[in-house]
Each structure stands twice: as structure tokens, then as C-alpha cells.
Antibody
Framework: EVQLVESGGGLIQPGGSLRLSCAVSGFSVSTNYVSWVRQAPGKGLEWVSIIYTSGSTYYADSVKGRLTISRDNSKNTLYLQINSLRAEDTAVYYC?????????????WGQGTMVTVSS | DIVMTQPPLSSPVTLGQPASISCISS???????????LSWLHQRPGQPPRLLIYMVSNRFSGVPDRFSGSGAGTHFTLKISRVEPEDVGVYYC??????????FGQGTKLEIK
């Protein structure tokens, strides 16, 4: 079964750091494009980052310089390191898979992990 | 960046009746390869989104055939032929023409009478 399970969220003080994990089953992170999408409470969806099969990474302008996406092929796990956390980073963070080959849509979603930035 | 615009609320619809949701992009979504990368997602309360439609009009695996997508260029529409109770929630359009900088619409809440 294809599944994405996020973890690592929690309550963090402004300025802190956090690493989110996404355990993948049913497909390989090394041969698929996988992304992080976030959703602030009561708000819409915002794409934040993607890692290609080649290892190339891309980020939304709103988070560039503070987020790092990575993967561990041996653990089949995706990560998102978030530094210098701000209140506006408060959101549910979803791990998602881009549709194979075309990468034009997100066809598999995790349940999400909540990150709350507050003092 | 391509901005995707959706109305926040749909027109009120009665169960069993059709519904449509619009999405407008700030620039044409026709890619240089000739394809149009516009997808629709549905999010029920408390759940992650799920993919309904990709490349404007292609239903994703397992999606009921009461859902259909249409449009071209900058104007797109999601239609539900007969609204069911499980269709409640928020519908998002998303463009991937400017891959990898995906952008979503703000979401449209399906309003049931």
C-alpha cells in the first residue's frame, strides 16, 4: 500500500528549528518527485518545496533560505528542516508525491503533521 | 508566479443537483509541450486533500464519474453532476505549468442548501 506518514511536528518557540520526517511505503523516494505542502489553520494550500529524483531541490520564495528538503534513500524517508521559525510557519505540513513521470499533480498525500510556532 | 483565483464559496446547491466551481489563472496554463497542467483537489473537513482531476479533464483513479473538469487557457471549471453528501468540503485548483513552482487557488467551499 502506498502511504506517507509525517512526524516531527509540535510547539516551537519563534527562532527555533525543527525537522519533519515523512516515512514512505509502497514506492521509493529516490525514484519519485516528492514535495512538502503546508496549510495554515483555516487557510488554503501552499507548496513549499520539492526534491527531484536527481536530488535537485526547489523552494517557494516565501521560505527560501530557511527550509531544507532532503531524503534518506536507505530509510525511504523524506525530511524538511525548518530554521528560524516564525509565527507564519504555523501550519499542517503535508508530505506529497507528484504523479509519476509527469509530476503535474499530487496524487498521494500524508495525513500531515502540525507545527505551531508560539512563545 | 502564476496566481490562481477561485471564489471562496460556490453557489448554494441542493443534494442531487449539479454544481460547478470556477478557477482562473493569471496567465495561460498551456505549457510549451502543448499540455495544460491544471488539477483539482478535494479536501473534506479534518482530512488531507485528495486528487480528483489532472491535466484539466482526466479523472484520477477511483474518482466517481460525477466529477468532470473542463476549460482551456486561463479559465477552468470543475463540475459535479449530482452532489452527494460526501462531496462537502473545499475544492482547490492547482497549476503545474510553471513546474516546479506549483500554485494553488484559495479554495472554494461547496455550499449545500
Amino acid at each position: 500500500e502506498v502511504q506517507l506518514v509525517e512526524s516531527g511536528g509540535g510547539l516551537i518557540q519563534p527562532g527555533g528549528s525543527l525537522r519533519l520526517s515523512c516515512a514512505v511505503s509502497g514506492f521509493s523516494v529516490s525514484t519519485n518527485y516528492v514535495s512538502w505542502v503546508r496549510q495554515a489553520p483555516g487557510k488554503g494550500l501552499e507548496w513549499v518545496s520539492i526534491i527531484y529524483t536527481s536530488g535537485s531541490t526547489y523552494y517557494a520564495d516565501s521560505v527560501k533560505g530557511r527550509l531544507t528538503i532532503s531524503r534518506d534513500n536507505s530509510k525511504n524517508t523524506l525530511y524538511l528542516q525548518i530554521n528560524s521559525l516564525r509565527a507564519e510557519d504555523t501550519a499542517v505540513y503535508y508530505c506529497v508525491r507528484a504523479r509519476i513521470t509527469v509530476n503535474d499533480a499530487f496524487d498521494v498525500w500524508g495525513q500531515g503533521t502540525m507545527v505551531t510556532v508560539s512563545s | 508566479d502564476i496566481v490562481m483565483t477561485q471564489p471562496p464559496l460556490s453557489s448554494p446547491v441542493t443534494l442531487g443537483q449539479p454544481a460547478s466551481i470556477s478557477c482562473i489563472s493569471s496567465q495561460s496554463l498551456v505549457h510549451s509541450d502543448g499540455n495544460t497542467y491544471l488539477s483539482w483537489l478535494h479536501q473534506r473537513p479534518g482530512q488531507p486533500p485528495r486528487l480528483l482531476i489532472y491535466m484539466v479533464s482526466n479523472r484520477f483513479s477511483g474518482v466517481p464519474d460525477r466529477f468532470s473538469g473542463s476549460g482551456a487557457g486561463t479559465h477552468f471549471t470543475l463540475k459535479i453532476s449530482r452532489v452527494e453528501p460526501e462531496d462537502v468540503g473545499v475544492y482547490y485548483c492547482m497549476q503545474a505549468t510553471q513546474f516546479p513552482w506549483y500554485t494553488f487557488g484559495q479554495g472554494t467551499k461547496l455550499e449545500i442548501k
